[in-house]
């Protein structure tokens, strides 16, 4: 009896030894697999650090010349303007925008000058002044979230469960938000007022969207006297209810008047308050439906033109940042000499490799 009692104990205490030692393998096989990740980090950085210390010379001198090439750039190079002015868009139009913007880009690589003048009302003199046109969203951190918040609120809790911040912003175009800034550079400072007009009006004057602002503009209007006709009867009935009080208070027969509110003083009270809160809120809506009239008016319109005249731009685009000229050079051919001496390494190591095989 005793002997078989014994014997599942010991076949367990077996399986449990090998459980324990397979879980302190895989831990092992985890924080080896861990280290390994930051040893190799370290001694990328530590090749890194010495790979740079022993070419420091020639990347030193690299980001020296082109220091003065940046400095002999901008004395000799010809003068450059940006002019910019903001719009806002109150309808969908910033696709229609792009399209123009790229449309006119397009003639100003081809040199097609008395084209770009003819369409933008300009003097071909002028015309052939313009360097590129540039258009882009005028937007913070702030408004994005509040797009994606919106976003969110149109979709049904299923799907908006599945839409992550950060796909939205990959899938959200730039020409959706609803400020844009135009922007036109050039060789001469001229005034492009004429110029950022044309391109509004050129928006304006397109015929799906003056067909919707023609059906936008009956809607609101349609609304706003059925507000005001539903504002005027909630002050007949507010007067009609004080009339009524007036009268109970004068007399104690209020059955001999048209209109009966039962109830208790403070019930009285509360109705008077839901038909002052209700005028409230009809008044509130009108305010708002006369806005969204004002702003119907124009398809897309200026906001701002402070520099249609243009101001000179020394300045570079590098990784998104706006750089001046020397140092936007000093750190390009830091990098191309970075990435030339980078190369090489590699080669070396590959001829080393291959000796190996």
């Given at each position: ?6 014997t599942?104990n ?39 650090v ?11 001198l ?40 790229s449309?006119y ?11 770009l ?22 937007v913070?951190?702030?408004?994005k ?6 976003y ?71 609304t706003?006297?059925?507000l ?8 007949s009935?507010?007067s ?12 104690d ?16 009270k ?16 009108l ?27 020394n ?11 020397k ?28 000796t190996?095989?």
């Amino acid at each position: 009896m005793s002997t078989n009692s014994n014997t599942p104990n010991t076949s367990e205490e077996v399986d449990l030894g090998q459980l324990f030692k397979l879980i302190g393998n895989a831990f092992n096989r985890f924080f080896n697999f861990i280290y390994n990740i930051f040893k190799s980090i370290f001694l990328a950085f530590v090749w890194l650090v010495f790979f740079v210390k022993k070419r420091l010379i020639i990347l030193a001198l690299a980001a020296i010349l082109g220091f003065v090439y940046g400095v002999l750039n901008s004395k000799s190079a010809a003068p450059k303007y940006e002019s910019s002015v903001t719009v806002v868009q109150n309808y969908p139009t910033g696709e229609n925008l792009y399209n123009s913007v790229s449309y006119y880009n397009d003639l100003v690589r081809q040199g097609d000058y008395q084209t770009l003048g003819s369409v933008l009302n300009l003097e071909e003199e002028k015309a052939e002044s313009i360097i590129s046109f540039q258009v882009e969203p005028v937007v913070s951190e702030n408004d994005k979230l509040l797009a994606f918040n919106n976003y969110v609120k149109k979709l049904d809790s299923l799907a908006a469960t599945k839409i992550e911040y950060e796909d939205f912003l990959q899938n959200n175009e730039d020409y959706t938000h609803k400020y844009q800034q135009v922007k036109i550079n050039s060789t001469q400072r001229n005034s492009f007022k004429s110029v950022f007009e044309s391109i509004v009006e050129s928006i304006n004057s397109n015929p799906f969207f003056i067909n919707e602002q023609n059906k936008d503009i009956a809607g609101l209007n349609k609304t706003k006297e059925d507000l005001e006709i539903a504002l005027v009867k909630s002050d007949s009935l507010q007067s009609t209810y004080k009339r009524v009080l007036e009268q109970g208070l004068s007399s104690d027969k209020a059955s001999e008047i048209g209109i009966t509110f039962e109830g208790s003083g403070e019930t009285d009270k509360t109705k008077e308050y839901d038909l002052y809160k209700s005028d409230l809120v009809l008044r509130s809506e009108l305010v708002e439906i006369e806005r969204e009239l004002l702003d119907k008016q124009f398809i897309i319109e200026t906001i701002s033109n402070k520099q249609d005249s243009g101001f000179a731009s020394n300045t570079k685009t590098l990784f998104g940042k706006q750089l001046s000229v020397k140092l936007y050079y000093t750190i390009v051919l830091f990098l191309l000499a970075f990435i030339v001496l980078l190369g090489l390494e590699f080669f070396k190591f590959l001829e080393k490799y291959k000796t190996t095989i």
